[in-house]
């Protein structure tokens, strides 16, 4: 089931992280968000203002070289990085289904790339550049049942934001 992409606009990281947050607050444990982008777009300061709606109180940074990283806060964020893959098999390592399980929330970056060994369930977050320097574009697309019925809250919450800050 893909559904309708959401699209909305920021002009600082601060406005790139509080989308994040309205993003979180709709999360429920066992979810999965994939952040894709180029280098720089803006994926791990989406999943610092993502953790911090969370209540982690650990700095988060890019997993690039660590593959995968965990934090705790309401639920327990697991934040992945699969740049650095070279073959989609080595996805087997990181053992997704159990990360999946539980009271936790997924983020993988470039999680593009391994879409053929997803479930068929995730909220998919395209981050590309604006105008400006800090200017992003983020396309936001529930793909599958557990995000589909949830799109016309992220509708919502992603319209407050923007509402709560114009330049969104």
Known sequence: MNTAMLIVTT???EQTRAVAAAVCALCEPGDLVLLVGELGAG?????????????VRETIT????????????????HH?????????????????????????????????AIVPVLPP?????????????DDRVMELR??????????????RALGSVSESDPSC
Do not use: N
């Open 11 to 13: 002009a600082s990281v």
């Open 43 to 55: 994926k791990t300061a989406f999943a610092q203002g993502f953790g911090r709606a969370l209540g």
């Open 62 to 77: 890019s997993p690039t070289f660590t593959l995968a990283r965990q934090y705790d806060g309401r639920l327990r964020l």
């Open 80 to 112: 992945l990085d699969v740049y650095r893959l070279e073959q989609i098999g080595e996805t087997l390592d990181l053992d997704l289904p159990e990360l999946l399980d539980g009271d936790t929330v997924t983020l993988i970056e470039w999680g593009d």
């Open 121 to 133: 369930d995730y909220l998919e977050i395209c981050l590309t550049f604006g105008d400006g320097d």
């Open 142 to 155: 529930p793909v599958g049942p557990r995000w589909g019925r949830r799109e016309a809250a992220l509708e």
